[in-house]
């Protein structure tokens, strides 16, 4: 459990527990706000909860988080692995690491979020690149990334039964290394099909993208450090996850 708020004895400045933290981590998160605009309702000042929060990012707290959420959800039989999609989104970014000129931007600056989504639309691998990176360079890693899972009966599970994708990932290699660890793939293939044939599967991660916008703090990317934007990226995925379990 979290520790609880404590005075020193004597006076001195006030130390405020992890729940009181996290909850201003997560206001900033949230509405976008800077670390100087959190409100004193929360106790923590916004110097601490930006300290705190650049040390948990170190940490990969917010990886653990994410995952702690993802257990529970598979314990209950939550997590459908029976069809998971693969997608990509990009943000504007000022600047910092891992970006790049966007594509489709006139090649302004802007970094990408990449996701798998179980077959409802949670989040389960999530990684981030410059805008730059092809989406089909981050299919690998992501794969990689999927974390073991607790399942309601029998061992943690790691794998999907079939990964769906659009025409950005049409490359025979993948499709080998996907068959190679026992994974049935649906991509769309360039020039021979429509990717409007994905879409009655595949809508449900184009709706995780829209709710990552509930998240303004990704609306444009303002952390220098990767680690930093990618705990946010991991704040809001755990966030989806958590309405889920408390529904």
Partial sequence: MPEAPTRPQGGGRRRYGDREVLAAIIFVATTGCTWAQVPPVFGPSGATAHRRFMEWSQARVWAKLHRLVLDELGSRGELDW???AIDSVNMRALKGDL????????????????????????????????ANLHDSQALEPLVRGIPPIRSRRGPRRRRPAKLHGDKGYDYDHLRRWLR??????????????????????RWTIERTMSWLAGCRRLHRRYERKA???????????TLICYRRLTK
């Fill in 82 to 84: 029976s069809r998971c």
């Fill in 99 to 130: 970006t790049g000129p966007k594509p489709v931007d006139r090649g302004k600056k802007g970094s990408k979020i990449h996701l798998i989504t179980e077959r409802t639309g949670l989040p389960i691998s999530i990684g981030i690149s410059g």
């Fill in 180 to 201: 190679q660890r026992g994974i049935r793939h649906r991509i769309a293939r360039k020039g021979i099909e429509s990717s409007k044939r994905l879409g009655r599967h």
């Fill in 227 to 237: 680690v930093h934007f990618l705990a946010f990226t991991s704040i809001a995925c």
